[in-house]
């Protein structure tokens, strides 16, 4: 007021007045405003027009500042909010990721005491490589060799012909399983491999297809003749794979593996092994062979015994007896060869299997399988410690899931819909799966050790019993039978239920990656990997759709092609695998090129290119804008995994003295109001926090603020602002390309007037421009418009400026008045004040 009055402002100045400054409606502080308003109201009343404008415009510039982080100023609301409520939710997730990282120790552990996997894998490599790496060739003297035509060195999958067989069971299976002389002692009568056992007897099995008139089992075939039948077919006898016969063949029930043995329940799972190995064999079985022998089907067994007790030459003479009497002849579908071993030193059974496939195409095919498992799982407390802290953690799982729940404020469909909730319920629910699987298991094995007990007892029933004790040999003969057909049949339900249950349990290994995603948002390092897989699922999940769709249609055009000639590419599951292994690199071109090197060529150039160069590209390039734009989204300044380890103690300590309690926090944050909170206001809604605390607390949410400002375009964003710009620019050079054609116009038609003028004679003035162009019709009037509205405001702005500056001499006036009354009042003796006297007075001068 006094520097008003100093000035003597007059009323006609006024209209140069300026209004209050903007940055009370900006948000800035009152104490800016005021030191503002104090050193800029005199040069303000003063000014023109566009200093008013840029002196405000300087306001509204220290309004909407960036806050520095360290600067003692408060946080939002909602930035307190989410950075409590993220803080909340790394904890809980720490906790629930202890449980779960515990959890999947000792499910690991489980799995590798159970099955000791090293142990187990030697023992099953040395079986099946001598099963299948074992050479026969037909050479000396014996009771078989001399009638058989039996070429070369071979192994099992070179078998061709019968005779191959019968030389493969005589110079592999009997030498290496049936010790030479009957009355062997003990200890090596049932040893075989040097350090295994075999319990139970060498089982000889085949399965017998349907013989029947090629004219009867495919009417349909032609060609046809005038009769409507196709003398191709006519007295041609076929074997349709899929009909298996039970009746006895050749000698009958006078020599055994003659006519069918074992119930048809044995039938049924020895059909599942066969499908199993089928499938294991795809790349030498066609669609048609494996189909022959799908699990759903059932087949008769016949069975030949061949047992160890009996010695070699009995063996022998058992094989011959078999060849002599065509037990494999056209109608045999599958051969297998049976046997079962025990490893004392590393506690394993091996139940091995040789199986050869007789095609349709008339192929053999021969493989091995085996199932090897411990004999006791639980030979130490460790084991059943470990089991014990499974099941014990499983519990806490689903405690903690059911506690997860009812905490939730939704309802029970809103939390069953998230999908983290889902995989918890999945992965529990599996859990008890797998509890119950491994408990049927160890149930199961208990009675195939009775099975093995019965088969050892009846072997012992032989010792001590002469041949020519008929009727004491014949009991001992049918004992022995009972137990190891009944060991035979348990065997290979329980080596079905062995493949099903370690399928699950490595499929349940899998399962408990996934749970690891959302624990990795306790570090925010490790939360950038998983929020860009999380981002980038559902562009992988439309890449993935086509670039299947191109795999797909590269295998059919491969397997139709190189089908008939290439193993790999005859089966359609072979050749999806082919073509995966062609994307990696794998392949051999001269293969591929054998009939037609321009066809391979070029499908190999069409399919790297198409699938390799361009496909595999893309995938590349979606993870890595999303892992960009995952990268812009994370604080730069999060520490490593390494430092929070490092400093996990002292923040235990800290927490356990004073903790944050962010929920709680969040509950006091629903009260407040205002969209500012200082640290005197949480101080006062929190007063368990400390000071530091609190502070720590600001400053992480102006950092968290900062980052949102400051955060970075991802490749996409990016990529779109380049297109964008390129696409505007290319536009303006097309705008500024016309409205040069049109400028050259009008200069010609300028210099065409000018011609035409100096031909009539009539004067030309050389200083008359060419007429000007607008660039839209209508800018014109907008012109107009906008000076007159320009015109309105500054008037508007002259009558505020004159109105405020009266309102100021107004005030003036009664300050001075006021200050007055003050005065004349203070020269009176303060001793003699009394303000109850005085106060009519003073009220009646205002």
């Given amino acids: 007021a006094e520097q008003l009055q100093a000035e003597d402002v007059q009323p006609e100045d006024a209209q140069h007045a300026a209004p209050p400054s903007l940055a009370t409606l900006t948000g800035a502080s009152s104490s800016h405003y005021a030191v503002t308003t104090k050193q800029s109201t005199s040069s303000f009343l003063k000014a023109d027009l566009n200093t008013v404008v840029n002196e405000c415009s300087k306001d509204v510039q220290y309004a909407m500042r960036p806050l520095s982080i360290n600067s003692n100023v408060a946080a939002r609301k909602d930035t307190l909010i989410a950075y409590c409520t993220n803080k909340a939710k790394r904890r809980s997730n720490c906790m629930g990721t202890t449980c779960w990282v515990t959890y999947f120790i000792f499910y690991a552990a489980l799995l590798l005491t159970h099955d000791s996997v090293p142990n187990v894998s030697q023992v099953e490599r040395h079986i099946r490589g001598m099963l299948e790496g074992t050479t026969y060739e ?287 319920c999945v992965i529990i629910m599996c859990g008890f799966v797998i509890i119950f699987l491994w408990l049927y298991y160890t149930f199961w094995l208990s009675d195939l050790h009775g099975d093995v007990a019965n088969v050892a007892r009846g072997r012992q029933a032989f010792q001590g019993i002469s041949r020519d004790d008929t009727s004491a040999w014949a009991n001992a003969e049918k004992e022995y039978s009972q137990a190891r057909d009944a060991l035979a049949l348990n065997l290979l339900s329980f080596c079905d239920y062995l493949d099903n249950t370690r399928i699950c349990y490595a499929w349940y290994a899998i399962m408990l990656t996934f749970r690891f995603v959302p624990a990795f948002e306790v570090q925010p390092r490790l939360l950038i990997i998983a929020r860009t897989l999380e981002l980038a699922f559902t562009d992988l999940v439309h890449f993935f759709i086509i670039f299947f769709t191109m795999l797909f249609a590269a295998t059919i055009s491969g397997m139709f092609y190189f089908g008939h000639r290439v193993s790999e590419f005859s089966d359609p599951s072979t050749a999806f695998e082919k073509c995966f292994q062609l994307i990696l690199g794998d392949f051999n071109f001269d293969e591929l090129a054998e009939e037609s090197q321009l066809f391979a060529v070029g499908w190999l150039a069409l399919f790297m290119s198409s699938l390799v160069f361009v496909m595999l590209n893309m995938l590349l390039a979606i993870i890595l804008d999303k892992y960009a734009m995952a990268r812009t989204e994370a604080v730069v300044t999060s520490p490593t995994i390494l430092q929070q380890l490092w400093s996990l103690p002292a923040r235990l300590r800290r927490s356990a003295q004073s903790p944050h309690r962010y929920r709680d926090v969040l509950k006091a944050l629903e009260k407040v109001n205002t969209e500012e909170i200082t640290k005197k206001n949480l101080l006062n809604l929190c007063p368990w926090l400390t000071y530091h605390q609190v502070e720590n607390m600001l400053r992480a949410c102006r950092e968290l603020e900062l980052h949102q400002l400051e955060m970075a375009l991802s490749i996409t964003d990016a990529t779109k602002l380049v297109v964008s710009i390129k696409s505007s620019v290319k536009n303006m050079a097309e705008v500024l390309n016309v409205l040069s054609a049109r400028r050259k116009g009008r200069e010609r038609s300028h210099e065409r007037a000018k011609a035409v003028a100096q031909k009539l004679g009539v004067e030309w003035d050389a200083s008359m421009p060419p007429p000007p162009e607008r660039l839209d019709a209508a800018s014109h009037e907008r012109l107009l418009k906008c000076q007159e509205r320009t015109k309105h405001l500054e008037e508007f702005l002259h009558r505020a400026m004159g109105y405020g500056v009266r309102r100021l001499k107004e005030s003036n006036s009664r300050l001075i008045l006021m200050e007055n009354t003050i005065r004349e009042n203070l020269q009176m003796s303060p001793l003699d004040v009394q303000p109850e006297q005085h106060a009519p007075e003073l009220r009646r001068r205002g």
């Avoid at 493969?168 to 049932?190: C, H, K, R, S």
């Avoid at 043995?261 to 669609?287: E, F, I, N, P």
């Avoid at 494996?290 to 067994?301: P, Y």
Wanted: aromatic fraction near 10%; glycine fraction near 8%.
């Fill in 138 to 424: 037909g050479v000396g003297k014996g009771p078989i060799l001399s009638t058989l035509p039996v070429s070369g060195h071979k192994i099992l999958e070179d078998l061709d012909t019968p005779a191959d067989f019968w030389t493969y069971l005589q110079d592999v299976i009997i030498p290496l399983f049936i010790p030479p002389e009957m009355d062997a002692p003990d200890t090596v009568q049932y040893r075989a491999l040097r350090y295994n056992t075999i319990v139970g007897d060498i089982r000889l099995q085949q399965v017998r297809k349907e013989k029947k008139q090629c004219s009867d089992a495919y009417p349909d075939l032609g060609p046809f003749d005038e009769e409507s039948k196709n003398p191709l077919l006519q007295g041609f006898w076929c074997y349709p794979s899929r009909n298996m016969v039970s009746n006895c063949f050749g000698p009958g029930a006078g020599l055994e593996g003659f006519c069918a043995a074992g119930s048809v329940t044995d039938g049924r799972r020895l059909r599942a092994t066969q499908a199993s190995s089928a499938r294991a064999a795809k790349k030498k079985m066609g669609a048609a062979s494996r189909e022959a022998f799908s699990a759903d089907g059932q087949s008769a067994v016949y069975n030949v015994l061949l047992n160890q007790h009996d010695g070699r030459e009995s063996a022998l003479e058992r094989i011959k007896i078999l060849r002599d009497n065509d037990w494999i002849d056209s109608q045999t579908a599958w051969l297998g060869i049976r046997i079962l071993f025990l490893n004392p030193d590393l506690g394993i059974f091996s139940n091995a299997m040789a199986h050869v496939f007789i095609a349709p195409s008339g192929e053999m095919v021969g493989l091995t399988n085996a199932w090897t498992f411990q004999a006791a799982p639980y030979e130490s407390m460790g084991v059943i410690a470990a089991d014990v802290m499974f099941v014990l953690t499983w519990l806490v799982l689903c405690v903690l899931f059911v506690k997860k729940v009812r905490s939730h404020t939704v309802s029970m469909k809103e939390t069953l819909a998230d999908k983290w909730m889902q995989v918890d």
